[in-house]
């Protein structure tokens, strides 16, 4: 009931093209949803994330997708650049503290 | 202004020694989090404070494992008798205020056991 699959594992996507992250929760009371993104060697960093309330949230090229009564969510990414290329996490909290990880989606953008 | 930062960066270790590792938070933020990263895993929680206090252990895998924070700032997590499994990257990340606000995350020690 915890858990957050994500999935793909890896992707690799042309320069101009679509990134899609996929995640997946079970607990209903889970009510926020960030991205992260981490570089080798750096610590993960806060990249967009939603409230149940909304459907579909964008910040520029990165975009959330939610569907509620699937209990999904997925991150596009538009026009993928080199620049991009890095790990991305998923996570759910439910008004508390604590964040549920999903293991990360390795992304590498082809110049 | 300064971010999250941790101290080593990197640690080698033999089995059995005991290892401890820094996090110094970004200033006024009341909320620390210590998350463990295996090789291709997510991040898995290990304790959080509230100022001094931690009103969540739950995540800490052993005994061995122990943390405290002091003066509302510095965090040190102490693993006593380092086992191979315990190779790990150790984040530490700040927040405030306590709840779903944005975690910032320092870069890590990467911590090996030989």
């Known amino acids: 009931q915890q858990q957050v699959k994500q999935s793909p594992q890896s992707l690799i996507v042309q320069k101009g093209g679509i990134s899609i992250i996929n995640c997946a929760y079970e607990n209903t009371a889970f009510d926020y949803f960030p991205w992260y993104q981490q570089f080798p060697g750096k610590g993960p960093a806060l990249l967009i994330a939603i409230r149940p309330d909304v459907s579909e949230k964008k910040e520029g090229r990165f975009t959330i997708s939610f569907n509620k009564s699937a209990k999904q969510f997925s991150l596009h990414i538009m026009d993928s650049q080199p620049g991009d290329s890095a790990t991305y996490f998923c996570a759910a909290g439910s008004g508390t503290y604590k964040y549920i990880f999903g293991t990360g989606t390795r992304l590498k953008v082809l110049a | 202004g300064a971010g999250v930062s941790q101290s080593p960066s990197n640690k080698v270790t033999e089995k059995g020694k005991d290892v401890e590792l820094r996090c110094d938070p970004i200033s006024g933020h009341t909320a620390l989090y210590w998350y463990r990263q295996s090789l291709g895993q997510g991040l898995e929680f290990l304790i959080y404070f509230q100022g001094n206090s931690a009103p969540d252990k739950s995540g800490l895998p052993s005994d061995r494992f122990s943390a405290e924070r002091t003066g509302g700032s510095v965090s040190t997590l102490t693993i006593q008798r380092t086992q191979q499994e315990d190779s790990a990257v150790y984040l530490c990340?700040?927040?405030?205020?306590?709840?779903?606000?944005?975690?910032?995350f320092g870069p890590g020690t990467r911590l090996l056991v030989l």
């Open positions: 990340a700040s927040s405030f205020p306590v709840g779903l606000e944005t975690q910032y």
